[in-house]
């Protein structure tokens, strides 16, 4: 053998080592730790979250000076109950938490969740710890406690109404105190909140088509109710002094029949009352009567504070981009805090009461547009600035003493809480990265912006692990929701974290990977998330999906011939659309919990389908749910499909794949089904997410690598 040939082979054998040391299981790259539910004390300097450990949920905490991390809690099962509603006692002596239900749930996320198959169930609970630790009380089945003030008392949902029960008041003596109904009132009680000197507790009571505020003052057996209106008044907020009440006002449901089809205007308003004079509301501030100036439907909605006695902070789309505003107390013009063309989620206001903190999607960076970065912002100027510019994703910061604490993630970098001091960032979780976490191995996705069919531009980001200099099957990535927005990075939504690890999987694999921001998606503006002739009305967000598909096709490194397509619940129906409507096309699919067929998801009721009250577009809505749905183009559905659902699913009907299935086996469609037997729509239990998405994986290796 001559040294030439020697060397060849000796540099091959290495590539091939290196190649193959870079290849993980998805096991491997789902094995890092999800933080949640960050929060901190309203006094000193102590925080607390929730975190996902392949599926074992823990309270963690961590405080001044040194901030390290402390498991509180020590579940110790992958049992599928979450942790939610955290919450620290303002003296920094007790951790409230609710554990159970799914509570991203369209419906009955109250009810208890049991993946695990266990012939008693787990009820959803609110529970309570020490800070310093100890064992765990659980107070009651119930949700959303709020403690008061005086940290003595815990107010909670149950059955939907109010209770309350005691805290842990006598020192020496074990937890002995009973829960108590507050009061018993009509309609399902929500968003209760107590007034700063403890006394009190508002509360919005949902009667339907109509909804008051009232409150409800210890010790007294009458409930307030403040200007009661046929409106939906919702989103209670104390002054810091607990003198008066602000409100958000929406109109309640009602009036003549109009049309299915058409976007609708939600006015809405901020309002207060003077508990000490006992007057009827005054309006604070009203947003235009636009569509524009609807009632905003992004993360926290109206995002309604009082952080200071003379301005309250708010968010409202009237301009076009979902901004942070603040108004006098006394009412006046908004103050727009945050101007440009970029969203601001996850508001929070600092410990002072004098700034909000917020992520969003702008930056230095054209690509910033596909991230989240922590901005600060004074209520009452705008002087905002990015505190934390750069390549990472980042979100739901709280502040500290000289600093502030968020979640932070990268495009390599699984989500771990980090310290921003004065002078230096550190992680606060990083000793919690799992070893066999791939980070080396993992690509950095590229934004790529192309033209839908109708000249709208769309925003995606491509995986490949590759140089482009080969031609490689591809898949195209469908996001649910569909107001959510995919990152160049690891996402801050631990349901689009998954889908975020399975594109960066099956680029390990060998294929190109596109994940699209498709028309009503958050991020790129009012006019882009609320197009005409969306969804059951038109699915005019399909041209963005066929345009990715063409697209792709289009590039030297793709195969046209293997484009593949997947989605879970919004993004399972444009799924199963693509494959109904272009086989040619997209030449197999993953359907995860989609809709099917709009008539049976989205109920119209029947007054308005007929009779004296029927819409004036009835007959055309029908007609357009149905040919907006997958199933209507079920005879030109050729590809290959592997359906997926969980049979208690709160987000879309379980029936919806049912229905599917049957009309595809009557047309002998080629098609593969998985069950997951009590699971949710959001896989609850982790060893379910690694069932749902080996599966996808393993179905498209076998449909378009061979």
Partial sequence: MNLRYLFILILFTFIQSESLAQNFT?????????????????????????????????VYVAESPNFEARKLTNFKEDDGQEITSISISDDGKWVLFVRGGDHGANFDDERAVNPSGDTEPQMVRVMQIAFIGGPIRVISEGDFPVISPDNKVVAYIKEGQPWVCKLDTNEN???????????????????????PTGNKIAFVSNRGDHSFVGYFELGKSVVNWLDPSFAKDISPRWSPDGTQIAFVRTPAEGGSTDSLTQRKRIPWSIRKVSLLLGEKSALVWEAPN????????????????????????????????????????????????????????????????????????????????????????????????VLTPGTGIEWSAVSVSNGYIYIGSGAKKAPQLMLAGSSTTRSLTESLIP????????????????????????????????????????????????????????????????????NQYLANLGFVVLSINYRLGIGYGYDFQNPKSAGQWGASEYLDIKAAGEWLGQQSFVDNRKIGIYGGSYG?????????????????????????????QQEIPMELLSGPHKAPDADWA?????????????????????????????????????????RLQKKKVPMESMVIVDDTHHWMKYSNTLKVFQATADYFKAKLLK
């Fill in 622 to 662: 029908t007609s357009l749910a149905y040919r907006s749905s997958p199933i209507s183009s079920i005879d030109t559905w050729k590809s290959p499909v592997l359906v997926i659902h969980a049979d208690d699913d709160r987000n879309v009907s379980f029936s919806q794949s049912v229905d599917l299935i049957n």
């Fill in 435 to 502: 070893t066999e976490f791939p980070a080396s191995a993992l690509v950095e996705p590229k934004q790529v912006i192309f033209k839908s069919l109708d000249g709208l531009t769309i925003h995606g980001q491509i995986f490949d692990s590759s140089n482009g200099t080969q031609k490689k099957p591809a898949i195209i990535f469908v996001h649910g929701g569909p107001p959510r927005q995919m990152l160049l990075g690891w996402h801050y939504s631990d349901y689009y974290a998954n889908a975020y690890a399975l």
């Fill in 26 to 58: 998805f096991e491997a790259i789902k094995s890092y730790a999800f933080p949640t539910e960050l929060v901190r004390s309203k006094n000193g300097d102590k925080i607390a979250w929730a975190l996902d450990e392949k599926g074992v949920r823990n």
């Fill in 572 to 600: 399972g129906y444009l799924t199963a659309l693509g494959l109904a409507r272009d086989s040619k096309l997209f030449a197999a699919g993953v359907d995860i919990h989609g809709v099917h067929d709009w008539a049976h």
């Fill in 173 to 195: 003596e074990d937890f002995l105190e009973a829960p108590i109904r507050l009061l018993k009132t009509r309609g399902a009680v929500h968003s209760l909140a107590w007034a």
């Fill in 290 to 385: 636009t569509y524009r100036g609807s009632l905003p439907t992004t993360d926290g909605g109206t995002n309604l504070f009082w952080p200071r006695v003379d301005r309250l902070v708010f968010t409202s789309y009237h301009d076009g981009w979902p901004h942070a505003y603040s108004v006098a107390s006394t009412g006046g013009v908004a103050l727009l805090l945050s101007p440009g063309d970029f969203m601001v989620e996850h508001v929070r206001v600092s410990s002072d009461g004098n700034s909000v903190f917020f992520d969003a999607n702008t930056g230095s960076d054209v690509t910033d547009k596909d991230r989240r970065h922590i901005c600060q912002v004074s209520v009452d100027k705008a002087d905002m600035k």
